[in-house]
């Protein structure tokens, strides 16, 4: 009894064609690509795109990037600006 060789390649070969693609990061920016495994990091995320900044040590939000740098330097001691 002979099996024939070619069947078997074709086999081997059509299984190691098969990809799983994971479904790790389902919630993406599509303006720089970041990834996050949940919408409301995503969201928070795409504040910073939209020009209103979020303090990620106490979670406040700020419109306008001078106000989140101020608060950050004042409250926490933490220069986001140019460091001289
Ligand atoms: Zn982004
Ligand atoms: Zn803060």
Redesign the pocket.
Known sequence: MERSYWWEQMVAMHKGGEYKVGAREKFQCSICGSSYTKNYDLRKHMKSHTGETF?H??Q?SYSNVQNYRM??LF??KIGTGRQT
């Open positions: 303090c040590i106490c406040r608060h950050m409250v926490h």
